[in-house]
């Protein structure tokens, strides 16, 4: 899945602490993609809207691209550690 570059660095103005712990844009890219994997999906036309925690991803999936994030504390949806484990576990697995 591509990812826009300016939702790589809106995801650094919106979640400042989660981006300090990565050291790189890749690192941040998995975070992003670790969302769209498992995260809960609200909408499906004509973007696809994915809620994470309190961030809401759209997702031109004919293009199969992230497009925009933005907060949204109305729909928060929390992931167990688990779940992010899990998903983690399996991306390296994969890209390894």
Known sequence: MKINTSVIYKY???CPASTSKCDSFADIK???LRAVAIGKIMKAQPLLEIQYGNLKLN?????NKVIDIEKNY???YEVSEELKEEFEKEYYY???
Request: hydrophobic letters at 55%.
């Open 12 to 14: 650094m103005k919106l």
């Open 30 to 32: 998995f975070k992003i």
């Open 59 to 63: 997702i031109d999936y004919k293009n």
């Open 74 to 76: 109305k729909d928060a």
């Open 94 to 96: 994969i890209v390894v």
